[in-house]
């Protein structure tokens, strides 16, 4: 009997999991199915770009994943029952369950409105492609001289802001910021990312929380009110809800709570990776939800999965940072270095060099998730009829 492994969402991290499963196992083993609802690859990463009119490569997974043994179900997950061992989803042909041996969770995050009135209702987001396309298509009807409002001043608000800018300079674009701008950056990389946004002639609102949106402007908790044709929200993400309806022990965000291994501290059968996880790194601070975060989660899951199938030596393998790389439009960039646990440090990376360097590493990540092992050699474990059974999975 072949031990049934289902990947739930096929972003940056499930793709990199299933792929890796993939190389990891012998085919005759395991039956590795990967859920998810859009055929083709997504780079989140680029979805600023795809809102300003840039087309993206097409990237399917029926040739990503051919020949591999990665079976590619194209479904809406609707529901997971951890004690049944079943996920349920939705296709053209209606609902069903998939059993499972083991799952592992990669639905990721979605945009966050914060309870904020009106944002769901008159507020654009760029988490996911069918959000970045109806921006992209709001935004070539907007005259000149019309103003965009982009809400958030973390590294998704910062990238959509000066891409909108440098694509279409003829726009009124402002950023509205909860706290100061780049706060969080080194002073030279603050000093770099206010030269920028001066150069596109981005107003920037510091110190502005957002507490309405509406059709033509947005409400701030001073009592001031921007001016918004259009209102693109990036303050933050929120996790799937889908495990928060489970018997998984989750956090009050509803992310899943995991050993070091990526498996779940309540069901060991289930392993979650990417946003979709509380996973801790240096200093034991919570990993915030990033592409960086999540591809060595994926790598750390499905090597613990193999090495229990096959009785390997289990990965100890600490995620950690090294910088965060900012888009500023094309022709411009900041790299950051920081500090194992994320805190920058003085040196920074800045103008068309970072901009080149941010490139490399956006195509770095979807080279990534198509050769899941780096392009090192790698052998096909044979799986025990015990551990494919599952008599010794939970204490291993």
Known sequence: MQHRIVVLGAGYTGAVAAGRLAKRLRREDVAITLVNAEPDFVERVRMHQLATGQDLKPRPFREMFARTGVELRLAQVTGVDVDRKTVAVTDANGAEELPYDTLVYALGSRWNAQGVPGTAEHAYEIASRPGALRLRERLTHLDAGQSVVVVGGGLTGLEAATEIAEARPDLDVALAARDGLGDWLSPKG??????????????????????????????????????????????????????????????????????????????????????????????????????????????????????????????????????????????????????????????????????????????????????????????????TQERARGDVLHSA
């Open 190 to 383: 603050r000093e770099h990312l206010r030269k920028v946004l001066g150069k596109l002639g981005i107003t920037v609102h510091e110190h502005a929380a957002v507490t309405a949106v509406e059709a033509d402007r947005v409400a701030t908790a001073d009592g001031e009110a921007i001016p918004a044709a259009v209102t693109v929200w990036t303050a933050g993400f929120a996790v799937h809800p889908i495990a928060k309806a489970t018997a998984l022990e989750v956090t009050g965000s509803g992310q899943i709570v995991v050993d070091g291994t990526m498996r779940s501290v309540s069901h060991p059968d289930v392993y979650a990776i990417g946003d979709a996880a509380m996973v801790t790194g240096p200093g034991d601070k919570p990993l915030r939800m990033s592409c960086a975060s999540g591809t060595p989660t994926a790598w750390q899951a499905a090597d613990a999965i193999a090495a229990r199938l096959t009785g390997g030596k289990l990965p100890n393998v600490s995620i950690r940072y090294f910088n965060q790389c900012i888009s500023l439009g094309r022709k411009e960039g900041l790299i950051q270095y920081v500090t194992a646990d994320d805190r920058a440090v003085q040196a920074v990376l800045t103008g068309r060099l970072a901009a080149v360097y941010k490139e490399l590493i956006c195509k770095s990540a979807a080279w990534g998730v198509a050769n899941p092992t780096l392009g090192l050699p790698t052998r096909r474990r044979r799986v």
